[in-house]
């Protein structure tokens, strides 16, 4: 059984910065890219920022600048340190594997989601 288990959400005031976590466990064969979405009131899921395994990222246009992902491949984990923060950003922040799992077959995988606030 494979999870995904993100950390570091919270309450921050705008401006504030906070660092995001996201592990993955279980039987795991291979991790190919990573990413982070948010999900905004009233807004669809969107990509904030992909990793590849090889460290090649991509953001968002909104928030280039101000968060950066990261991961180690030997943790299966992913980061993504979010500084600046803005009250618009406020809402569940997800993350994303494409991962092949003990049965040899590629899969998406995502996690519960971490809440952020951005008080104004």
């Known amino acids: 059984q494979v999870q995904l288990v993100e950390s570091g959400g919270g309450l921050v005031q705008a401006g504030g910065s906070l660092r995001l976590s996201c592990a993955a466990s279980?039987?795991?064969?291979?991790?190919?890219?990573m990413a982070w979405y948010r999900q905004t009131p009233g807004k669809q899921r969107e990509l904030v920022a992909a990793i590849t395994r090889g460290g090649n990222t991509d953001y968002a246009e909104s928030v280039k600048g101000r968060f950066t992902i990261s991961r180690d491949n030997a943790k299966n984990t992913v980061y993504l340190q979010m500084n600046s923060l803005k009250p618009e950003e406020t809402g569940v922040y997800y993350c994303?594997?494409?991962?092949?799992?003990?049965?040899?077959?590629?899969?998406?995988?995502w996690g519960q989601g971490t809440q952020v606030t951005v008080s104004s």
């Open positions: 994303n594997a494409g991962l092949m799992s003990s049965s040899f077959r590629w899969a998406d995988y």
């Open positions: 279980g039987r795991i064969y291979s991790i190919n890219d």
